[in-house]
């Protein structure tokens, strides 16, 4: 059986920057977590720097 090629075709009544606002917004909150994620772990090791630079001060 030979396989189909699939295509698809979306009618957009949008403006192109409506458009890209939406899609901005949708791959936002898809990627929330990993940025928080990302943003945690760089405050982490922004203390811990903090930290090491405290120590040596003295």
């Known amino acids: 059986m030979k396989k189909r090629k699939l295509n698809y075709r979306f009618h957009n009544p949008n403006t192109a920057e ?3 606002d939406i ?3 949708v791959m936002i909150e898809a990627n929330a977590d990993k940025v928080e994620k990302a943003i945690r772990e760089a405050a982490g090791q922004l ?3 903090e ?3 405290v120590g ?3």
């Open 18 to 20: 409506v458009t890209a």
């Open 23 to 25: 899609l901005l917004k």
């Open 47 to 49: 203390s811990d720097e």
């Open 51 to 53: 930290e090491c630079d």
């Open 56 to 58: 040596h001060s003295a």
